[in-house]
Every structure is written in structure tokens, then in C-alpha cells.
């Protein structure tokens, strides 16, 4: 024993951390501190991880390192106000581009392919509006790397070769989709869903098909898995992380589905299993490529449901 020590745990005395550390209420053992490493210092002024401000939480509290992100609650409700702007500005030229083509305003509100296009192409701008804001801000505001700093990165297959590892998330994403459409046909819908105001002329169909298995996925992902998951579960914890960000993204799909309830628990399922995928990897790639796959699924089968979109659902 050095008599000179007066702190027997080196670790403690020159990081400040117990070998016990606080994680979201709970105690746990960081992986740095368990092998002996000792992590480095956070640099002077770097992002407070809740609010965005300079300098990091306090040190008791161990954050995982994929919920490490420079932007807190105020970004994310910032986020929300430009969708809604975004929104209601698109919505107000998209009528006067109609009107100017000699569309009334009645003919939009008794058109089911107007509001279905509408819908489709909405969708589309604020997905390229708030992924084009995010690059901003991860450059211009934050400085670092777009892809890596949301998440996106590469899966890390271990020992398994990576290319049974992407299989296992596209084959995972089929099977889902499986079990919820024979899940969904067990309960009639009591209401006529919006979604099929989609369905009701091949040209918005296959509009819908096309966005929803190649923006659809990356823009939700992003956004959900990539930007709110984190924020959430560093505040609240992971499991209540993964809960909340499962139910908000089902919520979103909520009005498409006319407040069927059966029809939109399983849809908040669907987000939850995609958030899991997010939370157990450090990864927003695998809930893409389960996204991707689940949404292909349904296109696939209504195609064939359709003849090829040769014989539409009657209105």
C-alpha cells in the first residue's frame, strides 16, 4: 500500500467516476471504467448533449456512445415547427398552382386523386426540406460528419460475414410485414381508411409504391431512429426510449388509417420493432433495412393483388 496515495481507486481519482455509474436512474458499469481504460476528457465548450449549450452533463451519469448527439429538446421542437411551416406554406402554393390551372378549390375538396397526390407530393418536399435542414445544421452548426453523427454507418456483423447479417434485417422486415398483415385481417376495419383514397387511379399508386420503399424509408429513419431516439431515450432511458419513439411514429401514420385502433397498434408495433433495431445496434441502417423490406413487401403484394395495377381496389 503507498502511503502517499490518500485515494486508493486511481480511477476515481483521476476521472472523478465510480466504477458504478448512473444510467438513466439505474446503476451500471461503463465499459471504459470496467476494463480499467480510462475515457479522455471532453473538450472545453463541446455540446451539451440536453440542451444543445456548451459544456457535458454531469459526470456520474454515463451516456451510451451512440446517444452521444450534440442537439437536445429544442432542436427537435424547432424541427417540428418547420415541418408544420413547411407544411402549411407547401399546402397554400400547391392550392394556388391548382386554381391557377384552372382547378376550384371545391374540385380539391371532393377530389379523392387531388387529396391523394397532394398527400404523396407533400410528403415528398418535407422529406427533402427537413433532410435538407438536418445536413445544414450537422455542418454549419454542429460541424461534423452528416452520416455518422445520425447514425448511419455500417453494420457490424462480428463474426458473421456482413452480407448474412444485411439478409437476416431484409428477411426480419418481410416477416414483419407478414405477421401484420395476417395480424390486420383478423379485425374489419370499422371505418373507410384514407389510404386507399391512394389506391384509387394507377398514376398515384404507383407514385405512392415508388416514395414509400425509397424516400419513405430513409426520410422516417432519419428523422425517428436517427434524430428523436436518441434525445429521447438519453432523458428518459432506452426502453422508454424505444417505446415512445415507436408509438409517436405509429401516431404519425394514425390518420391514414382513420383511427382504426386494432389497424394502428399494430402500426405503433411496426415502430417500436424498428426503434429495438436502432437501440440494440447503435444503428439506424438496420431499421432502414427492416423499414425497406417490410415496405416492399406490401408493394409487392398489392402489384400482384392488382394485375400489375391493371385492375385498381373500387372506390
Known sequence: MNPHNENPNPTQRETGFEPHVEV?????????????????????????????????????RFIPEDLRVPWGWWDVALLAVISLVGLLLFGTVFAAALQTAGVSRAQIQHSMVYQGRFAIVAMVFLSFLLLFYLALQMRLRF??????????????????????AYLGFISGGFLLSIFVALASSAFTPKNKMPIEQYFQDRPTALLLLIVSVTLAPLFEETIFRGYLYPVVARTFGIVPGVIFTGLLFGLMHASQLAGNLPQVALIMLVGVVFTAARAKTGNVLPGYLLHVSYNSFIAIAFLIASHGLRHMPPA
Open 24 to 60: 438513466d436512474g439505474a446503476l451500471d458499469v461503463s465499459p471504459n471504467l470496467a476494463s480499467g481504460e480510462l475515457s479522455p476528457a471532453p473538450a472545453p465548450g463541446a455540446w451539451n448533449f440536453s440542451s444543445g449549450t456548451g459544456g457535458f452533463p454531469p459526470s456520474t
Open 143 to 164: 460541424r461534423s460528419p452528416i452520416l455518422r453523427t445520425l447514425r448511419w454507418q455500417p453494420l457490424e456483423s462480428g463474426r458473421m460475414r456482413p452480407l448474412f
